[in-house]
């Protein structure tokens, strides 16, 4: 590899470092760092290399929501009151916020939750 290409390479890492969610390969493609936790019917939990505070993302096709994992309140977005109650549910009674810390640890390493 030569230098121009290495200094392409920096470059280009420092930009998706700034973008937070996105990685580059040494081959220089591009790759979003997210990963599916648990969903139900027509939504998913999933949690990505983020910012804080600690939170994960609710998506389906009328959802789009980030919750706080420590409480699972409403950061942004919108989410219905029903699939809300589920996931808080499921936070709380089925180890759903262990889950959700391990990946969360997994992704931001510099910003590791205790479990």
Not at 17 to 45: C, H, K, P, T
Not at 49 to 54: L, V
């Amino acid at each position: 590899m030569t230098e121009w290409e290495k200094e392409l390479l920096d470059i280009a890492d420092n930009i998706a470092r700034a973008m937070d969610r996105l990685r580059i390969w040494e081959d220089g493609s591009v790759y979003e760092i997210r990963q599916f936790v648990y969903g139900e019917s027509n939504w998913s939990i999933q949690i990505y290399a983020d910012h804080n505070p600690p939170h994960f993302h609710v998506k389906s096709p009328n959802i789009d929501a980030c919750l706080t994992i420590s409480d699972g309140e409403l950061l942004r977005g919108g989410i219905d009151s029903a699939t809300h109650k589920k996931i808080r549910y499921w936070l709380d009674q089925f180890n759903g916020r262990n889950q959700i810390v391990k990946c969360w640890n997994k992704f931001n390493p510099d910003n590791k939750l205790a479990i």
